[in-house]
């Protein structure tokens, strides 16, 4: 790519429960790439750190209380796609408060590491679960 690419910031999280599964969602109809398992979170907004985008858009999309303290700083994953350029930093956290329920009509599901591979996915997630799975970040 060359000239001048959009970046868009795009906060991640890989809530882990103590099982050691995570939680996928999935994009809702009417959404650029429906249909496909993503790791919960949302756009950074302007002004906004990515952790309290995490806070926020967790708290929309799942009904749940983050604090930010509690996410942890796990990966990254940089993808072009045809329109702009995501940057997005996946956050591993093992703590909240609430029960996760759906917000936004879309389908959760929670996942040992090892079976994530079987989701579609969109591109960029895909390296997430990766290194999730190398490193075994899920069972410490």
Known sequence: M??????VLVAACALVDPEGRVLMAERPE??????????PGGKVEDGERPEDALVRELGEELGIRVDAG?????????????RFHLLMPLYLCRSWSGE????EGQRILWSAPADLHSLPMPPADVPLVAALQRKGALLS
């Open 70 to 82: 509690a996410l942890r700083p796990f990966a990254f994953a940089s993808h072009a796609y045809e």
């Open 100 to 103: 996760v329920r759906p917000m």
């Open 30 to 39: 009417g959404k650029e790439l429906a249909g496909l398992w993503e790791f």
């Open 2 to 7: 060359t000239g001048n690419v959009r970046l």
